[in-house]
């Protein structure tokens, strides 16, 4: 699933491909823009927010995406081949002389006014790889909910933007307490704000995401069920938290976390 990290790595790689240069192509292939055009207009910037891609054109528009899942924006250089999947899959199409950037299963694909940006991220808390970063903001937002389990918590982009289940699961390591621990009974829960915050900016530059330092184990407990804790030996477990369609795979070390956890 594309994190902060993914997402500020994609918004980057679009504004290279984009930015500056007029649309020669602009495709929205949702019912509700079918028949926009976009040709013609210049890409102001493209700027991440969160896990929201928000592409800005002149004349005040902004197209904005989310890539949820398994959505992803691929970017090809004129005459190249498209190959990140069939075409049934394609959700949007941005393109100029030199380059065109081809969105693949996104389920969020929205037309609005730049000065209504507010209405698709104005809910965000702040962004933990954003110029408006604010440790103290998140935090406060996190204890506003002592009662709350903490990796329900980090994953509310409400209380701060760009976690996503890979980085729960390392940050609850990390601060050494089970996900299921409430915020209010974390020892030292002051410092989850800026080690997230140290973890996506170490990995924003690359897709390959690390928070052990050693790239032969990249990760310390999401992925890794059943296999031994990089710190203690203990086989990592996995479960479930949240809630139906919310509910998302869980990864801890019982030997190394501490507070509860499902049987």
């Known amino acids: 699933m594309p994190e902060g990290d993914t997402v500020f790595h994609t ?20 019912p509700r823009f079918a028949t926009a ?55 949007a199409v941005l393109g100029n002389e030199a380059r065109t950037a081809v969105g693949y299963r996104l389920p969020v694909v929205e037309l609005l006014r730049t000065a209504d940006e507010d209405r698709a ?6 962004d933990l790889l954003g110029p408006d970063w604010d440790a103290g903001a998140a935090l406060a937002r996190l204890l506003a909910a002592p009662e709350r389990p903490l990796g329900e918590a980090l994953l509310d982009q409400r209380n701060l933007a760009g976690i996503g289940n890979v980085y729960k699961s390392e940050l609850c390591f990390l601060l050494r307490v089970t996900p299921w621990t409430p915020v209010g009974d974390v020892p030292g829960v002051e ?38 804790c990089l710190r203690c030996g203990t086989p990592v477990r ?26």
């Open 11 to 30: 918004a980057r790689r679009l504004d290279a491909a984009l930015s500056g240069r007029r649309l020669t192509v602009a495709d929205l292939r949702v």
């Open 37 to 91: 055009d976009l040709t013609g207009r210049e890409v102001r910037d493209v700027t991440p927010r969160g896990k929201h891609l928000l592409t800005r054109l002149s004349g005040g528009l902004t197209l904005h995406t989310h890539l949820r899942m398994d959505g992803a924006w691929r970017v090809y250089e004129a005459g190249e081949r498209w190959r990140g999947g069939p075409g049934h899959q394609i959700r």
């Open 121 to 126: 991220v104005g809910h965000l808390g702040p």
């Open 191 to 228: 410092r989850a704000p800026a080690l997230a915050a140290r973890l996506l900016h170490a990995n924003r530059d690359t897709f390959r995401r690390v928070t052990t330092g050693r790239r032969d184990t990249p990760l310390y407990v999401y992925g890794r069920a059943r296999r031994p």
């Open 238 to 263: 996995e479960a479930e938290q949240g809630d139906g369609t919310r509910a998302r795979p869980t990864y801890w070390c019982p030997g190394c976390q501490q507070g509860p956890a499902p049987s």
